[in-house]
């Protein structure tokens, strides 16, 4: 009886342990599908993460090139406007030098002017000088008795004058300079005065061919003319002189 009695608690025993290894057997499967499953989760996160940092990183990119032709663009822009600002100035500088170029042209044309009175002047007195002494003490004695005691000299002032006149197209004032300029005829005061005094001419013509040589030759604007006519530094025509020669340009 004892005998059965242990036979039957090693029975009961050997059940519950056989119970007890099924659930720590089942409880092992449970932790490992637990873990595989986290482990899968794990795996699509980092997945995740991974295609979240790939478009991060595009988008950085795309900022970057966005910058980059923003900057370009501006830098272009910038280069252009300096470009025009250079040729604008390059266009000045060469339109200055044109001005410069007709300047230095009617500077010579005028040069040539004056050497060419001088040497008709020169040529006069040359022609004067050969005329017989006799010849000369006569016109003169004329001259002094017809002209009332004019100075010889008073007389080759006025004929200067006329050449000023017909050949530069000068105004009175001018010419005064000239004749008693110390690099041009050298009269007496006395005697250019004379000349200004008694010379008879159409002013207003000269004024008029002076200021078509200003516009043909120096390609001047009316208003620069006209202040070129009366300067004292220039031409030195009267102010009405001057605006009748700008009112009768073509």
Request: contains cysteine; hydrophobic residues 35%.
């Amino acid at each position: 009886m004892k005998k059965m009695l242990v036979i039957g608690s090693l029975s009961s025993v050997l059940l519950l342990g056989a119970c007890g290894a099924a659930e720590e057997s089942e409880d092992t499967v449970a932790n490992d599908e637990n873990i595989t499953a986290i482990e899968e989760e794990n795996e699509q996160l980092n997945q995740q993460i991974d295609e979240l940092e790939n478009q991060v990183s595009e988008l950085e990119k795309q900022n970057s090139e966005e910058q980059d032709n923003s900057d370009t663009g501006e830098l272009e822009e910038e280069n252009k406007q300096l470009n025009e600002q250079v040729a604008n100035l390059e266009n000045q500088l060469s339109e200055k030098d044109d001005q410069i170029a007709s300047l230095e042209s009617g500077l010579e044309e005028a040069e040539t002017k004056v050497e060419e009175m001088e040497l008709a002047a020169a040529e006069a007195d040359q022609e004067e000088q050969a005329e017989p002494e006799e010849d000369a003490a006569e016109e003169t004695a004329s001259s002094d008795s017809e002209s009332g005691d004019i100075p010889r000299e008073w007389e080759s002032a006025l004929n200067s004058a006329y050449n000023y006149a017909e050949i530069m197209s000068m105004s009175k004032a001018g010419i005064y300079d000239q004749l008693v300029s110390e690099y041009g005829e050298a009269f007496p005061e006395e005697a250019a005065q004379y000349a200004i005094d008694n010379i008879e001419f159409d002013w207003n013509a000269n004024a008029l061919k002076s200021a078509e040589n200003y516009q043909d030759i120096m390609n001047m604007s009316h208003s620069a003319i006209y202040d070129q006519l009366v300067s004292e530094y220039g031409e030195k025509f009267t102010p009405e002189q001057a605006q009748y020669a700008v009112d009768n340009l073509e």
